[in-house]
């Protein structure tokens, strides 16, 4: 059985920066293409990035790409998501997902909550 479990989260202060964890277990996901999406009280899911085997990554806005940065470890079935220079907005529930072969974001595990205090 898949799991996906996100580490990280927590209270922060406008300004500060948390790295995020997601390690994949019961299966080996070093080909597929991993990613982390959002959800803010009262929005709609939002993608903010993903990235390849080979790293090659998207960013969901020019405001993430800017501030974020996603990464790796193949070896450890496990994506980062550093995120420097947080503001208020960034405040939601952090998820990790896996894409399967087709196309599909298959495999989500149950988020941590990132707040960010003014």
């Known amino acids: 059985q898949v799991h996906l479990v996100e580490s990280g989260g927590g209270l922060v202060q406008a300004g500060g920066s948390l790295r995020l964890s997601c390690s994949a277990s019961?299966?080996?996901?070093?080909?597929?293409?991993m990613g982390w999406f959002r959800r803010a009280p009262g929005k709609e899911r939002e993608f903010i990035a993903s990235?390849?085997?080979?790293?090659?990554?998207?960013f969901g806005s020019r405001s993430m790409k800017g501030r974020f940065a996603i990464s790796r470890d193949n070896a450890k079935n496990t994506v980062y998501l550093q995120m420097n220079n947080l503001i208020r907005e960034d405040t939601a529930i952090y998820y990790c997902?896996?894409?399967?072969?087709?196309?599909?974001?298959?495999?989500w595990g149950q988020g941590t909550q990132v707040t960010v205090s003014s």
């Open positions: 997902a896996v894409r399967d072969w087709n196309g599909a974001w298959r495999y």
């Open positions: 990235i390849t085997w080979t790293s090659d990554n998207t």
């Open positions: 019961g299966q080996s996901f070093d080909k597929n293409p």
